[in-house]
């Protein structure tokens, strides 16, 4: 069961994954809409008869200090990033309480631990992803619902795209993801599909045990210091 807020999205990707033989319903919806929400669950629990696993990954990224960050700019970026996951949250918990537990997977950044310059309400959702992340994992572990979170540097998506096409100066888009490719040890940036196998472990009965985590799919950047010795 997937969602976006933009029904193409919605068409494109159930396309795609029916091509590989997958099951998969979808509906058009707006995370930051709790109607949309408990719209959307409901629509998964009558397509499949409940809810075991919950994976919020929208998101968006917006550049600016608090000063030059438009209000209507900040609200934006607090209601998908992270209004969004409390809102899903809300209504799949119940339907997963009926089924005897389930897992949450929320989308996160290295940004929830360190900062660039200019993302100041990106930086500020992501640290609020994983300080819910704890709070909802030790809310509910005893109905045994698992919470974790995954925090990724510069994954390969259309959003990452985006930026790269806004920043690219004289240069091309494509130049400009491989030069961000560079800032990680790794050497590149890391690929959709990377990203999740980490969260199919963490919503899988392998993760049994795992719970109020924060996992780094950074390519070793948070790893790294600002330092280099001469050579």
Known sequence: ???SDQKDQVEQTVDELRREDLEVQGLRADVTSSTDMERLVAFAVEAYGGVDVLVNSAGVQRYGTVVDTEEAMWDEVLAVNLKGIYLAAKHAIPEMRKRGGGTI?????????????GVAAYTASKGGINALTRAMALDHAQENIRVN???????????LRWAADLFKGGGSAEETVEDWGRMHPIGRVAKPEEVAEVIAFLASSKASFVTGGEYKVDGGML???GVTLPE
């Open 149 to 159: 979170a995954v925090c990724p540097a510069s994954v390969d998506t259309p959003m």
């Open 105 to 117: 997977v929320n989308l996160s950044s290295v940004q929830a631990f360190a900062s660039q310059k």
């Open 1 to 3: 069961m997937i969602c």
């Open 223 to 225: 790893a790294a210091l």
